[in-house]
């Protein structure tokens, strides 16, 4: 039995040839003709060695060359290994070194850490884009004279199509296994049954494409329907609104911080785009943010939930059911999501509706496993369900609620504060633009709650606290609260409170 995710652009090619696929600037290329040029990527992968399994490594920005190299690899059966393109020289080699990458793409702005990593690795480079060494060959000249390949590679359902390395709390990151089932599974399902979306429908395209929501949720859902994604390479609410209008988008995909960007945006400026739907996901939207976005632009937020090792979406307020604000939905098609017992480690004892616990997943989104980590795969897979790390509820209808990650709950003097509770309180602070909350060393209780506050107003450190005070039991409102101008931000646009925990410890 073959099945394989370059179908998604190949089929599509065929299905929707005059449509357009990316846009960026002033360059349209349709279907037939992106996936002619996949192919033409694929013929020069091929002449440098990769073939079925191979890996091939992606450090890519959001450019049509991010396509183009991520199906030319996969028309090969090779196997996409998307690389964040914020890492500097040493993680990029531990990337290239830990999944056994064959070659590495790389953006010309990006070959300053990414050409270091490389030789440090051993592994060489094909470059794309004008302005980077005149001694690296180029993958994007040489397939304008190649010939494309005539057949794609069939590969099994429980191949590793994609490895997506996941950044860890601690220690080195962790390769994901992706297969061409869990891939084609949540795009199918996401666009048949959870996202409101078809052929007609124009995207923005402003997630990162080598991050799991960006690609799979956004590329790959809309390749599959026959959508056109409109790039956007560098996320800036100014940039986004004015491309929202100017491209007539229908469908916005983001995470929090790109709605908080496009709200801000909206407050200097009259434009205002005709969306038909806006999905967030990659962290929990503040039910503040969720009310204003819908305010502003008149569109309706749907949230869900998931995450790099499941494929990514686990849960969705989708199609079909009422949306529940606060709620990341229901379990999509096919999945099951469950709240378990989050002291317990070494088996799966599920909780009955309404109890707060560890959520877990089982279904055809769960990965494969981490690449070269048994140890940490039996830890994440137990008892056939996936651990995700994170606290919520599931009601008796079945929508789930995220109340935080078990590892960012404070205990302060034996009880736990979730830091989210506190955020969505202190957020409806006049001032307040953003917040995260964190614990920090503490002698008498342990820890105690730290507010770091990016200011949107003025306001004293007194002023907060005593709206905490008035708004939140005794043991959770903030003791402390910490001014910042900015937070720090991962990949996928979640905040980084392990770096804030390093900071203020």
């Known amino acids: 039995m073959s099945l394989t995710i370059a179908s998604i652009l190949a089929e599509s090619a065929v299905r929707f040839p005059d449509n357009d696929a990316v846009v960026l600037g002033d360059l349209r290329l349709t279907y037939s003709q992106l996936w002619a040029h996949a192919k033409q990527y694929a013929a020069v992968l091929r002449e440098h060695g990769v073939g079925p399994g191979d890996k091939v490594a992606l450090l890519l920005p959001n450019t049509p060359h991010f396509p183009l190299a991520y199906f030319g690899t996969l028309a090969l059966g090779g196997v996409a290994v998307p690389v964040h393109a914020l890492l500097k020289a040493e993680e990029i080699e531990y990337v290239l070194a830990d999944s056994g990458a064959k070659v590495l793409v790389c953006a010309a702005p990006l070959l300053g850490e990414g050409a270091k990593g490389a030789e440090l690795a051993g592994v060489p480079v094909l470059a794309v884009m004008d302005g980077g060494d005149a001694t690296v060959e180029r993958i994007d000249t040489l397939a304008l004279s190649a010939t494309p390949i005539e057949a794609v590679e069939p590969r099994e359902p429980e191949d590793t199509a994609v490895i997506l390395y996941t950044s860890g709390t601690t220690g080195k990151p962790k390769g994901a296994e992706i297969t061409h089932l869990n891939v084609t599974m949540n795009v199918v399902v996401s666009a048949q049954h959870s996202f409101d979306i078809s052929e007609s429908d124009i995207v923005l395209g402003c997630l990162p494409l080598f991050h799991t929501f960006g690609q799979t949720c956004c590329m790959n859902t809309a390749f599959y329907v026959g959508a056109t994604v409109v790039l956007l390479p560098r996320f800036d609410g100014t940039a986004a609104l004015q491309l929202l209008v100017d491209e007539k988008c229908t469908v916005f995909m983001g995470v929090p911080t790109m709605y908080i960007g496009l709200i801000e945006a909206a407050k200097t400026s009259e434009l205002r785009p005709q969306l038909k739907v806006a999905l967030s996901g990659g962290a929990a939207l503040p039910l ?172 004293t450190e007194a002023e907060i606290i005593a709206f905490g005070k008035e708004h939140l039991a005794a043991y959770k409102y903030p003791r402390r609260v910490v001014f910042a101008d900015a937070l720090p931000l991962g990949p996928s646009g979640k905040v980084l409170k392990r770096e804030l925990v390093a900071q203020y410890h």
């Not at 749907?302 to 079909?320: D, I, M």
């Not at 909780?351 to 279904?363: A, F, K, Q, T």
């Open 288 to 459: 503040t943010v969720l009310e204003r976005f819908a305010e502003v632009f008149g569109t309706n937020v749907f949230e869900g939930y998931g995450l790099t090792e499941t494929s990514p979406v686990a849960t969705f307020n989708q199609k079909g059911f009422p949306p529940k604000a606060g709620t990341v939905g229901k379990a999509i098609w096919g999945v099951e999501v469950e709240i378990a017992k989050a002291e317990v480690d070494e088996s799966i004892e599920l909780l009955p509706s309404g109890e707060l616990g560890e959520i877990v997943v089982r279904g055809h989104n769960v990965f494969k496993g981490y690449l070269n980590k048994p140890e940490a795969t039996a830890a994440a897979i137990v008892d056939g369900w996936f651990r995700t790390g994170d606290l919520g509820t599931k009601d008796a209808e079945g929508y789930v609620t995220i109340v935080d990650r078990k590892k960012d709950m404070v205990i302060r003097g034996g009880y736990n504060v979730y830091p989210r509770d506190v955020e969505e309180v202190l957020l409806r602070h006049p001032a307040v633009g953003q917040v995260a909350v964190i614990g920090v060393p503490d002698e008498q209780y342990g820890e105690e709650v730290c507010a770091v506050v990016v200011l949107d107003g003025s306001a």
